[in-house]
T-cell receptor, first 117, second 110 residues
Framework: EPEVTQTPSHQVTQMGQEVILRCVPI?????FYWYRQILGQKVEFLVS????????KSEIFDDQFSVERPDGSNFTLKIRSTKLEDSAMYFC???????????????FGPGTRLTVL | TQLLEQSPQFLSIQEGENLTVYCNSS?????LQWYRQEPGEGPVLLVT?????EVKKLKRLTFQFGDARKDSSLHITAAQPGDTGLYLC??????????FGEGTQLTVNP
């Protein structure tokens, strides 16, 4: 069964450094997402991406964040200058287009645990 | 801002018992997706409900979407220790973003 994959599984970085989290969405999906989950808190939406551009972003997704689909398979989240409060699990998700008003059922990857020291 | 309230937050029951988890909001959602999440892993999709009043069954799990598409429930019949885990509801709002509830941590004791 197709699945979303993410690398690395765990990333440790120093405050102020740049990190790139990588995701390979399910191959025939057209919508891509990033969510984060701070330890002990609920999963929060960061950004959605469709047709090579951001379709929606949350208030969390400020100028230090950016997303890119550099080729036909990868989807990346870049955090430019990491802060201590960026420590969290970051989940990539993908969905097929909601045809005829149907749902955008999202499938999640296993996550990248980001630790900022 | 759309919010989803899940209850109960924690539930500990004996094997063989039935249980219901609730997911409530004042907002209307296009769909309601239920996930199960294990520690340190990503949410795994259980079901998507779309139509108001819709009921879907997945073996011993029954999912219902409220008529007004503002609330949903998950009912587990004859719970087993393998059902232990964190259950999450997530509402699809405008633009396809998911709003997650806080989750229900279920423990089924043998």
């Amino acid at each position: 069964e197709p699945e979303v994959t993410q690398t690395p599984s765990h990333q440790v970085t120093q405050m102020g450094q740049e990190v790139i989290l990588r995701c390979v969405p399910i191959s025939n999906h057209l919508y891509f997402y990033w969510y984060r989950q701070i330890l002990g808190q609920k999963v929060e939406f960061l950004v959605s991406f469709y047709n090579n551009e951001i379709s929606e972003k949350s208030e969390i997704f400020d100028d230090q964040f950016s997303v890119e689909r550099p080729d036909g398979s990868n989807f990346t989240l870049k955090i430019r200058s990491t802060k201590l409060e960026d420590s969290a699990m970051y989940f990539c998700a993908s969905s097929n287009i909601g045809l005829a008003g149907g749902p955008y059922t999202q499938y999640f990857g296993p996550g990248t645990r980001l630790t900022v020291l | 801002t759309q919010l989803l309230e899940q209850s109960p937050q924690f539930l500990s029951i004996q094997e063989g018992e039935n249980l219901t988890v609730y997911c409530n909001s004042s907002s209307v959602f296009s769909s309601l997706q239920w996930y199960r999440q294990e520690p340190g892993e990503g949410p795994v999709l259980l079901v998507t409900v779309v139509t108001g009043g819709e009921v879907k069954k997945l073996k011993r799990l029954t999912f219902q979407f409220g008529d007004a598409r503002k609330d949903s429930s998950l009912h587990i019949t004859a719970a087993q220790p393998g059902d232990t885990g964190l259950y999450l509801c997530a509402g699809e709002g405008s633009g396809s973003r998911l709003t997650f509830g806080e989750g229900t941590q279920l423990t089924v004791n043998p």
